[in-house]
């Protein structure tokens, strides 16, 4: 069976509010990012992905299952959604347990894989701790826990690691990457460094319709050239982030050095730089 | 699965503070509520004695008398107890309402209201007012009687004018002195009676009913917060869109969650019993029989199963429709309207919530009356199955919404 998610004209209203528009895309094995701003979509598409609300048109099949059947979608994937918690009066290995016999495990299998996903995600140790005194790193990885415990065939992560200090963050990463070496990790985020690290296929959603959909290189690809580094007074600030689309500034004392993003280069001292994803996704927001 | 999720919600509710608080108060209104002397007072009828207690008239000539007796006690006190829609009201007459009681009153009797005062004074009068016990036989004894070839068709009429006067919910509605109406037992009434308790109910049995009674009216109550609590609390520990995503159907999801909160309430229910009843396996061997064991458990199970099952559902299904505590103010309101709406405090099953038998024994009348009982508890029973069924279609149709059954156009 191959593995990959297979999107086609979808649609979803909210009453007359449409929230996806004609969304088109194919999501192969690995890592794969969403990336979007706030309200582009992103949930909508991940709940509808996760039979948790029903498209308006089009259609979806997951692994070559249509999401209709609801049973079976489940069944073969996981999700962790945006604000995961369980019960505060639940310990990790309490919680766990819980959410497995939810996904259909048998006690032998539980007895086996609660341990296994605990250790896996770094909450061996804290298996007697209340979800009510977990820190949100702690949470989200008993949300991954909880999301791989039935050895799902898709993953579908809403904004893990909002709200997670660096370290976290990075640690958080590294096990989404760890974990999708043999499914799909569907990653929503507006967190460009999330994706930037992690995934090699991405697409970008935006007023509920893909406004772009293939490899970073690709995405890097329509701001190769078009970003400059300059050095400019501090005054001239103000000027230049109305005329030009500024990705970064660094001040020091009374000079300014400035990202910018232009067809053509802006100024005599500009230099043009290496983009990064950030720069891309700034690009294709504003030109949209 | 469906055991391992059952035992995990057993759990759950374990240690929810909700459910603590419920078992302190269900214990404690219980045991306050049933004397603990009832065992000891129970004695086998003696001839000779001057009270047997009283029970409730069929006879359709007593029926009449002991209605207008409580009649004339109201029009000279001008003080009418009501409880339209179940809850309690106190009405008072206008000089011209009262005239016009009075002269029903008058047509029924064919005497004058002042001779039926002076009667009721020379009646009262020979009892000792400061007995407790004499003071009951004057209340029971206290019958006021017919105009002759006065017949019960025309009685009913002049009842329905007096309600007309008072209003609805009064102890002159036709459910309220059919059943209302009682008289003092004689001797053989009473040693029949006695003998029937132990017989048929074996003592116990009995005992259960007058626990069921009390237990009934504040099982009516409590495990609306269980109920409301558990369907809420999904969505007070935002796990809700997790569960949504599980493979587990919502049948499974919503019935082990109900049978394990079912079976938590009834465990302290059944265990109150199984103590409570004790003293009175240790009276029928006194009276030379071996009372029913099992009481404990058969007698509840009926009465208050039903009761505390829909009571349970009908939270899960409100709460669960809209997400909000609505169902602790309409079903306290329910349960109010059938606490204060029993027109009698036994034997008014009809469609009640809460099956009133205030009363130890009175077997024969509860035989005569079990088929309405047993009807009423299979009515709450099949409602509880429905409601139950009304969730798990409510909660699927939630699960496919994204949580909720109302749309939020600012979800993105």
Known sequence: ?288 | MFGALFFKECKQVLKSLVYFIYVVVFVLFITSQMSGDSAVRLQAPEPGQSYYGTTVAKDETLIMEGTLANLVEDINHNSWVTYPLGFYKGVTLTDRETEQAKAILERCTGKPFEVLLEEMAGHFGQYDQSSAEEMDAAQANYRVSVKEGFTYAEFEAAMKEICGLVGKGSAYEKSSYEYGIRIPMTYELAKEEFDALCEKDRVTRAYMRLFCDYAGIVLAILPIFVGVSRALWDRRAKVQQVMFSKPASGARIIVSRYLANLVMLCIPVFVTAFLLQQPFCYKAQTFGIRGDGMAFLTVPGVWLLPEIMVVLALSFLITELTDTIVAVFVQVAWAIGSIFGADVLVGDFRMRLIARWNTLGQTTLFSSLEKGFLQNRAYYFLLAVVCIILTVIVYERKRRKGGSLVWKNTER
């Open chain 1, 1 to 288: 069976m191959e593995i990959s998610i297979e999107i086609q004209n979808l649609t979803k209203y909210y009453g007359k509010k449409q929230a996806l528009s004609e969304v088109n895309l194919t999501i192969p094995q690995g890592m794969f990012g969403l990336l979007g701003p706030n309200g582009a979509g992103k949930t909508t598409l991940m709940k509808v992905l996760t039979t948790l609300l029903e498209k308006t048109g089009g259609g979806v099949k997951i692994c070559g299952v249509p999401v209709e059947n609801s049973r079976q979608i489940r069944n073969m994937t996981g999700y962790l959604p945006q604000d995961f918690s369980m019960y505060g009066n639940m310990s990790a290995y309490e919680a766990l347990d819980y959410l497995a016999v939810l996904s259909g495990m048998s006690k032998s299998e539980r007895k086996e894989r609660v341990p296994q996903m605990l250790e896996k995600v770094n909450l061996l140790e804290k298996r007697k701790t209340k979800v009510k005194s977990m820190s949100g790193g702690m949470k989200r990885r008993l949300g991954i826990a909880q999301a791989i415990i039935h050895d799902p065939k898709v993953i579908i992560v809403d904004e893990p690691t909002a709200g997670l200090d660096p370290e976290e963050r990075v640690r958080f990463r590294n096990l989404l990457c760890e974990i999708a070496k043999d499914r799909i990790v569907l990653l929503s985020t507006h967190i460009v460094g999330d994706i930037e690290a992690t995934c090699e296929n991405i697409a970008v959603l935006n007023q509920g319709k893909i406004c772009f959909d293939g490899r970073v290189a690709e995405l890097l690809a329509l701001v190769e050239g078009k970003v400059y580094s300059a050095e400019i007074a501090a005054v001239e600030l103000e000027k230049v982030k109305e005329k030009y689309m500024v990705t970064g500034i660094l001040t020091t004392g009374s000079t300014a050095n400035v990202k910018i993003i232009a067809d053509e280069k802006p100024f005599p001292q500009a230099k043009p730089v290496q983009p990064d994803v950030e720069d891309a996704y700034m690009y294709l927001m504003h030109t949209e």
